[in-house]
Nanobody
Framework: QVQLVESGGGSVQAGGSLRLSCAAP????????MGWFRQAPGKEREGVAT???????SYSDSVKGRFTASRDLAKNSLDLQMNSLKPEDTGMYYC???????????????????WGQGTQVTVSS
């Protein structure tokens, strides 16, 4: 049963922007930690950004300064604003939630209990 639903992916040229959203039911949205991950073809899944319920955020070096994670309380969603996109940002983007993770809520964390099915982002040069 899919608990998290991502949307907003698409195709864009380098330098463009996309905004991803992840809708979650209330009992998952209240998680201490939520995050975004991505997987490019032929590569392992990597953490992109995490956001704690107190809005403390962690970003991978490859996206820092370009991507911003935020929560939309009205929609129970975790969003990811992606600016200045590069071809190397191409991949399937997944949303995840870790209900009890707090001090370990960083982009390199792996202990996430809930996952979405992903949304594709393609950046052309």
């Amino acid at each position: 049963q899919v608990q998290l639903v991502e949307s907003g992916g698409g195709s864009v040229q380098a330098g463009g922007s996309l905004r991803l959203s992840c809708a979650a039911p209330g009992h998952i949205y209240s998680s201490n930690c939520m995050g975004w991950f991505r997987q490019a073809p032929g590569k392992e899944r990597e953490g992109v950004a995490t956001l704690r319920s107190d809005n403390w955020a962690s970003y991978s070096d490859s996206v820092k300064g370009r991507f911003t994670a935020s929560r939309d309380l009205a929609k129970n969603s975790l969003d990811l604003q992606m600016n200045s996109l590069k071809p190397e940002d191409t991949g399937m983007y997944y949303c995840a939630a870790a209900p009890t993770l707090w001090y370990g809520c960083q982009y390199g964390a792996t202990d996430f209990a809930y996952w979405g099915q992903g949304t594709q982002v393609t950046v052309s040069s």
